[in-house]
Protein backbone atom coordinates (compact mmCIF):
# COMPACT_ATOMS: atom_id res chain seq x y z
CA UNK A 1 0.00 0.00 0.00
CA UNK A 2 2.30 2.47 -1.06
CA UNK A 3 0.35 4.58 -2.77
CA UNK A 4 -1.98 7.22 -2.43
CA UNK A 5 -4.39 5.99 -5.57
CA UNK A 6 -7.34 7.97 -5.46
CA UNK A 7 -6.55 10.23 -2.80
CA UNK A 8 -7.67 13.99 -2.88
CA UNK A 9 -4.88 15.92 -2.27
CA UNK A 10 -4.82 19.84 -2.02
CA UNK A 11 -1.01 21.40 -1.95
CA UNK A 12 -1.03 24.82 -1.73
CA UNK A 13 2.41 26.75 -3.18
CA UNK A 14 2.02 24.40 -6.10
CA UNK A 15 4.30 25.17 -9.07
CA UNK A 16 7.86 25.72 -7.71
CA UNK A 17 10.13 24.19 -5.23
CA UNK A 18 8.68 21.75 -2.45
CA UNK A 19 5.34 22.19 -2.82
CA UNK A 20 5.70 21.23 -7.31
CA UNK A 21 7.64 18.34 -6.28
CA UNK A 22 5.36 16.88 -3.86
CA UNK A 23 2.53 17.59 -6.50
CA UNK A 24 4.30 15.31 -9.08
CA UNK A 25 4.90 12.52 -6.01
CA UNK A 26 1.03 12.93 -5.03
CA UNK A 27 -0.03 12.24 -9.38
CA UNK A 28 3.18 9.66 -9.70
CA UNK A 29 1.58 7.83 -6.39
CA UNK A 30 -2.01 7.57 -8.09
CA UNK A 31 -3.81 10.96 -6.10
CA UNK A 32 -6.33 13.64 -7.57
CA UNK A 33 -4.62 17.04 -6.41
CA UNK A 34 -5.89 20.41 -6.59
CA UNK A 35 -2.67 22.97 -6.47
CA UNK A 36 -2.26 26.46 -5.72
CA UNK A 37 -0.46 29.60 -6.25
CA UNK A 38 -0.72 33.57 -6.56
CA UNK A 39 0.99 34.00 -10.25
CA UNK A 40 -2.34 33.03 -12.76
CA UNK A 41 0.33 31.99 -15.63
CA UNK A 42 2.17 29.29 -13.74
CA UNK A 43 -0.86 27.85 -12.18
CA UNK A 44 -2.52 27.51 -16.00
CA UNK A 45 0.77 26.42 -17.46
CA UNK A 46 1.51 23.55 -15.41
CA UNK A 47 -2.01 22.40 -15.07
CA UNK A 48 -1.62 21.69 -18.65
CA UNK A 49 1.23 20.12 -18.29
CA UNK A 50 0.18 17.42 -16.08
CA UNK A 51 -3.63 17.12 -17.78
CA UNK A 52 -1.03 16.72 -20.98
CA UNK A 53 0.33 14.12 -19.38
CA UNK A 54 -2.67 12.47 -18.30
CA UNK A 55 -3.23 13.80 -14.68
CA UNK A 56 -5.45 14.13 -12.62
CA UNK A 57 -4.41 17.92 -11.69
CA UNK A 58 -6.45 20.74 -11.07
CA UNK A 59 -5.17 24.76 -10.85
CA UNK A 60 -6.69 26.98 -8.28
CA UNK A 61 -5.85 30.73 -8.52
CA UNK A 62 -4.74 32.03 -4.74
CA UNK A 63 -3.10 33.81 -2.12
CA UNK A 64 -3.49 32.00 0.68
CA UNK A 65 -3.07 35.08 2.72
CA UNK A 66 -6.33 36.71 1.74
CA UNK A 67 -9.91 35.45 2.42
CA UNK A 68 -10.62 35.66 -1.08
CA UNK A 69 -7.92 33.05 -1.85
CA UNK A 70 -9.27 30.99 1.00
CA UNK A 71 -12.81 31.25 -0.15
CA UNK A 72 -11.38 29.94 -3.89
CA UNK A 73 -9.53 26.84 -3.26
CA UNK A 74 -12.98 25.92 -0.73
CA UNK A 75 -15.25 26.63 -3.91
CA UNK A 76 -12.81 24.00 -6.14
CA UNK A 77 -12.70 21.50 -3.54
CA UNK A 78 -16.87 21.47 -3.08
CA UNK A 79 -16.99 21.80 -6.61
CA UNK A 80 -15.05 18.67 -7.16
CA UNK A 81 -15.38 16.30 -4.50
CA UNK A 82 -17.27 15.40 -1.94
CA UNK A 83 -14.56 15.24 0.42
CA UNK A 84 -10.76 16.02 1.11
CA UNK A 85 -8.46 13.02 2.53
CA UNK A 86 -5.09 15.22 2.08
CA UNK A 87 -4.21 18.92 2.75
CA UNK A 88 -0.52 20.44 2.52
CA UNK A 89 0.12 23.49 3.75
CA UNK A 90 2.91 24.36 1.67
CA UNK A 91 2.87 27.83 0.20
CA UNK A 92 5.68 30.09 2.54
CA UNK A 93 7.34 33.16 1.96
CA UNK A 94 10.74 35.03 3.29
CA UNK A 95 12.21 38.44 3.69
CA UNK A 96 15.72 38.33 5.22
CA UNK A 97 17.05 41.48 7.26
CA UNK A 98 17.95 42.14 9.88
CA UNK A 99 15.15 42.58 12.85
CA UNK A 100 15.75 46.31 13.18
CA UNK A 101 15.17 46.87 9.16
CA UNK A 102 11.77 44.94 9.45
CA UNK A 103 8.93 47.28 8.01
CA UNK A 104 5.48 46.35 9.51
CA UNK A 105 3.54 45.19 6.57
CA UNK A 106 6.78 42.51 5.86
CA UNK A 107 6.61 41.33 9.09
CA UNK A 108 2.53 40.71 8.51
CA UNK A 109 2.58 39.09 5.36
CA UNK A 110 5.14 36.63 6.69
CA UNK A 111 3.18 35.37 9.85
CA UNK A 112 -0.18 35.84 7.20
CA UNK A 113 1.06 33.38 4.26
CA UNK A 114 3.79 30.77 6.60
CA UNK A 115 1.09 30.85 9.82
CA UNK A 116 -2.12 32.72 9.77
CA UNK A 117 -2.92 31.20 6.22
CA UNK A 118 -2.58 27.34 7.16
CA UNK A 119 -4.89 27.91 10.26
CA UNK A 120 -7.69 29.24 8.32
CA UNK A 121 -7.63 27.24 5.30
CA UNK A 122 -7.54 23.81 7.56
CA UNK A 123 -10.19 25.42 9.56
CA UNK A 124 -12.35 25.96 5.88
CA UNK A 125 -11.54 22.52 4.69
CA UNK A 126 -12.21 20.68 8.13
CA UNK A 127 -16.13 19.36 6.76
CA UNK A 128 -14.31 17.69 4.28
CA UNK A 129 -11.27 16.30 5.77
CA UNK A 130 -13.67 15.16 8.58
CA UNK A 131 -15.52 13.75 5.72
CA UNK A 132 -12.60 11.64 4.43
CA UNK A 133 -12.79 9.47 7.86
CA UNK A 134 -8.83 9.06 7.33
CA UNK A 135 -7.36 12.86 6.74
CA UNK A 136 -3.68 14.16 6.86
CA UNK A 137 -2.88 17.74 7.04
CA UNK A 138 0.90 18.01 6.24
CA UNK A 139 2.68 21.34 7.41
CA UNK A 140 5.75 22.45 5.78
CA UNK A 141 7.82 24.25 8.32
CA UNK A 142 11.47 24.87 8.96
CA UNK A 143 14.45 23.97 10.76
CA UNK A 144 14.45 27.24 11.19
CA UNK A 145 11.32 26.60 14.04
CA UNK A 146 13.83 25.66 16.36
CA UNK A 147 17.38 26.27 15.73
CA UNK A 148 18.60 29.85 14.45
CA UNK A 149 19.96 29.40 11.27
CA UNK A 150 19.94 32.93 9.65
CA UNK A 151 16.44 33.44 8.02
CA UNK A 152 15.30 36.38 9.67
CA UNK A 153 12.90 36.15 13.02
CA UNK A 154 10.01 36.97 10.98
CA UNK A 155 10.07 33.36 9.08
CA UNK A 156 11.50 31.64 12.11
CA UNK A 157 8.47 32.71 14.61
CA UNK A 158 5.76 32.03 11.70
CA UNK A 159 7.42 28.39 11.36
CA UNK A 160 7.82 27.87 15.12
CA UNK A 161 4.33 28.91 14.90
CA UNK A 162 3.10 26.96 12.59
CA UNK A 163 4.98 23.51 14.59
CA UNK A 164 2.86 24.57 17.78
CA UNK A 165 -0.03 24.74 15.83
CA UNK A 166 0.41 21.41 14.07
CA UNK A 167 0.94 19.82 17.58
CA UNK A 168 -2.40 21.75 18.89
CA UNK A 169 -4.53 20.85 15.76
CA UNK A 170 -3.17 17.20 16.33
CA UNK A 171 -4.62 16.57 19.27
CA UNK A 172 -7.77 18.44 18.64
CA UNK A 173 -9.05 16.65 15.74
CA UNK A 174 -7.28 13.26 16.58
CA UNK A 175 -10.79 12.34 17.54
CA UNK A 176 -12.45 13.13 13.61
CA UNK A 177 -9.51 10.75 12.21
CA UNK A 178 -7.65 13.75 11.28
CA UNK A 179 -3.44 13.17 11.45
CA UNK A 180 -1.64 16.61 11.45
CA UNK A 181 2.00 16.87 10.87
CA UNK A 182 4.98 19.12 10.11
CA UNK A 183 8.10 18.38 8.03
CA UNK A 184 11.32 20.77 9.20
CA UNK A 185 13.49 20.52 5.96
CA UNK A 186 17.30 21.97 6.39
CA UNK A 187 17.97 24.59 3.14
CA UNK A 188 16.81 22.86 -0.21
CA UNK A 189 17.37 23.32 -4.01
CA UNK A 190 14.32 25.68 -4.10
CA UNK A 191 13.87 28.87 -5.93
CA UNK A 192 13.18 30.29 -2.72
CA UNK A 193 16.50 29.91 -1.93
CA UNK A 194 18.79 29.61 -5.19
CA UNK A 195 19.99 33.06 -5.17
CA UNK A 196 21.44 32.48 -1.42
CA UNK A 197 22.98 28.99 -2.35
CA UNK A 198 24.65 30.34 -5.12
CA UNK A 199 26.90 32.70 -2.45
CA UNK A 200 30.12 31.18 -1.64
CA UNK A 201 30.33 32.96 2.05
CA UNK A 202 26.90 31.43 3.05
CA UNK A 203 27.09 27.87 1.27
CA UNK A 204 30.21 27.11 2.63
CA UNK A 205 29.26 27.24 6.09
CA UNK A 206 25.92 25.48 5.24
CA UNK A 207 27.73 22.22 3.92
CA UNK A 208 30.22 22.34 6.99
CA UNK A 209 27.78 22.07 9.56
CA UNK A 210 25.07 19.59 7.83
CA UNK A 211 26.67 16.16 8.41
CA UNK A 212 25.47 15.33 5.22
CA UNK A 213 27.36 17.83 3.66
CA UNK A 214 24.82 19.16 0.81
CA UNK A 215 21.68 20.70 0.61
CA UNK A 216 18.29 18.81 0.02
CA UNK A 217 16.37 18.29 -3.09
CA UNK A 218 12.93 19.25 -3.58
CA UNK A 219 11.86 15.93 -3.97
CA UNK A 220 13.40 14.58 -0.69
CA UNK A 221 11.07 16.47 0.65
CA UNK A 222 8.43 15.33 -1.22
CA UNK A 223 9.02 11.61 -0.27
CA UNK A 224 8.46 13.24 3.59
CA UNK A 225 5.20 14.76 2.81
CA UNK A 226 3.92 11.72 0.92
CA UNK A 227 4.72 9.11 3.42
CA UNK A 228 2.90 11.59 6.43
CA UNK A 229 0.25 11.46 3.81
CA UNK A 230 -0.24 7.57 3.69
CA UNK A 231 -2.07 4.96 5.92
CA UNK A 232 1.52 3.30 6.57
CA UNK A 233 1.66 6.43 8.76
CA UNK A 234 -1.47 5.91 10.42
CA UNK A 235 0.08 6.16 13.97
CA UNK A 236 1.96 8.89 13.28
CA UNK A 237 0.56 12.82 14.42
CA UNK A 238 1.84 15.57 16.48
CA UNK A 239 5.04 15.52 15.06
CA UNK A 240 7.32 17.83 13.16
CA UNK A 241 9.24 15.54 11.31
CA UNK A 242 13.20 17.52 10.39
CA UNK A 243 14.16 16.40 7.14
CA UNK A 244 17.32 18.22 7.27
CA UNK A 245 20.55 16.31 6.80
CA UNK A 246 21.76 16.12 10.43
CA UNK A 247 21.90 19.65 11.39
CA UNK A 248 19.57 19.03 14.04
CA UNK A 249 21.95 16.85 15.65
CA UNK A 250 24.93 19.00 15.89
CA UNK A 251 25.96 21.82 17.57
CA UNK A 252 26.17 24.83 15.17
Known sequence: MWNLNNKKVVVTGGTKGIG?????????????????????NNVKSFEKELQNQGYKAFGVISDVSEKDGINAIFSEVKN?????????????????????????????????????????????????????????????????????????????????????????LATEWAKDNIRVNAVSPWFTKTPLTENLLEIEERITPILKHTPLNRVANASEMAHVIAFLAMEKSSYITGQNIQADGGISSTAI
Do not use: C
Open 20 to 40: KATVMEFLSLGAEVVFTARNA
Open 80 to 168: RWDNLDILVNNAGINIRKSALDYLDEELSKIISINMTAPFHLSKKLYPFLKQSKNASIINVASVAATLDVGTGSPYAMSKAGLVMQTKN
